[in-house]
């Protein structure tokens, strides 16, 4: 299914009883954010805020659930397109021998012929509307988080070409706003927008870019998808849409854009200028990215649609609206994982807590010893799953989105010492934990069951752990875990106090950590929070091979249980030389400002302020925790 704008798809919504307009003011100045944030994380509806301050209402939260997303891509469930996928892919892949059966796959070939973008002569919609003078204060541009560098465009997709070849690259990299005509440029090291820009550099050319906003949502969803570099995102559009995107060019540059879109930025960026400091950034990490040197976007012309709509969205602790993003890649890209390196794949899924990178859960049907490990290496080398911090490998029967079951399969059938691996490589560069910026290591957690050859390990319920070693070693325990049987202890401790790897020594010496597999280390005030939070902080803030690690017997051998550094790291206690960032939270005023306005703006039943739950982790004022 395919819209032919924005205003269609919101249509949709609010026929299906899924959006919410709100026709008082709301300030595009944090107060979106904390309504969104809330609405968010309690799978509320889309949100149009039509009095902003602006002439062009704001939707969020568009696509912030399964069924909102599912109606954006045009399908009952995430995994229909997965089916599609795959049985063009097994057709594509089938070798063909005789003359009847290559006949019979040409409509499925001309089918996917569709699929191409196509091209518009004249103007598209999205330049109904030229502003005579570009001003991107003329948009209502959000300030998400009280410590950002300032207003953020946050859902940009974002048109480069290469400068040789001309292939097309979209993406989406956030744009912070300096003034009516400026904005940072935040694309990663590793992303192909960034590639084109060095090309650019080292011939010595300025380099076009433009920026669109709204049309289709499927347009938004294959900004972010990690499409192979040279892959054209629009015919993945155009696949998932099953109707061609109609691209028109520029009035100032020969890039061409959705002609359907509702606003597009034309402009510029300069590789031989200086890079100007941008951010800080409340993140989908739940941490701020703090401020670095990115290039200087110039714009030169804004065009917008008749009655146009600004799409945004927020990230921040999970659950956001770009879970349902990520979950659509998920199943999306399940079946070209399999089908080009690893059938033996039977299912993925990347858990809230893992922020998409930092965890990940693969299923394989097993059938030799060291299978777990060669999927490790091979996903660790496949496309932006690069960046994984923590993967664990089941077996086929598991459940992988029943948090439950896999924690007590980890629990059962994993060995801390003899069934985990380390690895080595990129890391994103927004992970803010590794010692070296977009370089750290991984983690590999094998439980899948054990064939000959491989290590053994069978469990046992006897914890003898009991709350006197708190009281003799004036440590603050959650033994939540432990009391359900699971053989995993949460410690908090400030390291400033405490010579950390020794008392980890010392736990096991006494006996304390008897039948005990696990050991989370956190500062103090994280110890009562919520335990899928424990695993989100957790595995925003290790390093794997530096904070994960054992004690020793008495022959020197490393012995369980695994103790996990999930505390905030800094250079007078770890030696860690970079930055730390804060945690996100929203600051009292707006909350307050929120809780007034709830009820006036019809949201239905009242919901609390999330950051309430996390403010106890919030070091200080500003985006730097530690420095």
């Avoid at 998400?144 to 040789?164: A, N, Q, R, S, Y």
């Avoid at 809230?352 to 490790?376: R, S």
Wanted: include cysteine; glycine fraction near 8%.
């Amino acid at each position: 299914m395919s819209f032919p704008n924005l205003q269609a798809f919101i249509q949709l919504l609010e026929q299906s009883g899924e959006l919410i307009r709100i026709k008082d003011f709301v300030s595009p100045h944090l107060q979106i954010t904390e309504i969104a944030d809330r609405m968010s994380k309690h799978n509320g509806k889309a949100l149009l805020f039509e009095n902003n301050g602006t002439q062009f209402p704001l939707l969020i939260n568009s696509m912030g659930t399964e069924k909102r997303m599912c109606i954006a891509l045009g399908v009952q469930t995430l995994d229909d397109t997965a089916r599609q996928i795959e049985e063009l892919m097994a057709g594509l892949m089938t070798p063909r021998d005789s003359f009847f059966s290559k006949l019979a796959f040409l409509p499925t070939l001309a089918e996917v012929a569709k699929f191409m973008p196509g091209h518009k002569k004249g103007k598209g919609a999205c330049q109904e509307v030229v502003l005579e003078k570009p001003d991107l204060t003329q948009l209502p541009v959000l300030t998400c988080w009280p410590f950002d560098g300032g207003p953020f465009i946050t859902l940009p997709v974002v048109h480069t070409k290469h400068p040789e070849t001309g292939v097309r690259n979209v993406g989406m990299y956030r744009m912070q706003v300096f003034g009516p005509d400026t904005t940072g440029m935040h694309w990663h090291l590793h992303k192909n927008s960034a590639a084109h820009y060095r090309e650019y550099k080292r011939l010595g050319l300025r380099m076009p870019v433009a920026v669109a906003l709204g049309g289709d949502p499927v347009y938004t969803y294959c900004a972010t998808a990690p499409l192979p570099e040279n892959i054209d995102e629009y015919m993945l559009a155009g696949f998932l849409r099953k109707k061609k995107v109609e691209l028109v060019k520029c009035l100032t540059s020969d890039i061409e854009v959705p002609a359907d879109a509702d606003f597009i930025i034309e402009g510029y960026v300069d590789p031989d200028e200086d890079l100007i400091l941008e951010g800080p950034f409340g993140d989908h990490t739940g941490f701020y990215s703090l401020a670095d040197y990115y290039p200087v976007f110039y714009v030169t012309c804004i065009t917008h649609r008749k009655e146009a709509i600004y799409p945004t969205t927020i990230v921040g602790i999970p659950p956001q609206e770009d879970k349902w993003l990520g979950k659509a890649t998920e199943r999306i890209f399940l079946p070209l994982i399999k089908l080009s390196m690893l059938p033996e794949i039977e299912d993925m899924v990347m858990p809230d807590e893992g922020v998409f990178h930092n965890i990940v859960l693969v299923k394989i049907k097993k059938t030799y010893p060291g299978q777990a490990q060669k999927v490790m290496n091979s996903l660790w080398g496949a496309g932006q799953m690069m960046f994984n911090k923590i993967l664990v490998v089941t077996d086929a029967d598991i459940d992988l989105n029943d948090s439950n079951a896999v924690a007590r399969l980890i629990c059962n059938q994993v060995h801390p010492v003899d069934d985990v691996v380390f690895n080595r490589g990129p890391v994103d560069v927004l992970d803010h934990s590794s010692s070296r910026f977009a370089l750290g290591s991984k983690l590999g957690i094998d439980a899948t069951t054990k064939l000959p050859g491989e290590s053994v390990y069978e469990s046992s319920d006897d914890f003898t752990f009991n709350e006197t070693h708190s009281e003799l070693l004036n440590l603050s325990y959650n033994f939540s875990l432990v009391h359900e049987k699971f053989p995993v202890l949460i410690i908090g401790i400030d390291k400033s106090e405490v010579k950390f790897q020794a008392l980890h020594q010392k736990l096991y010496e006494t006996g304390a950590l008897k039948g005990i597999n696990w050991v989370i280390y956190v500062d103090p005030e994280a110890v009562g929070i919520r335990i899928p939070d424990i695993v989100w902080l957790a595995a925003n803030n290790i390093d794997p091979s530096r904070d994960c690690f054992y004690a020793k017997d008495g022959n020197e051998q490393p012995v369980m249980p695994m103790a996990v550094d999930g505390t905030g790291k800094s250079l007078a206690a770890d030696g860690f030389k970079r930055q730390w960032p804060n945690v996100l939270a929203m600051d009292d005023k707006t909350i307050q400002e929120v809780d007034v306005l709830w009820n006036k703006l019809n949201l239905g039943p009242f919901i609390p302020s999330p950051s309430l739950n996390y403010k106890v982790l919030v070091k200080n004022e500003g985006a730097v925790a530690k420095g």
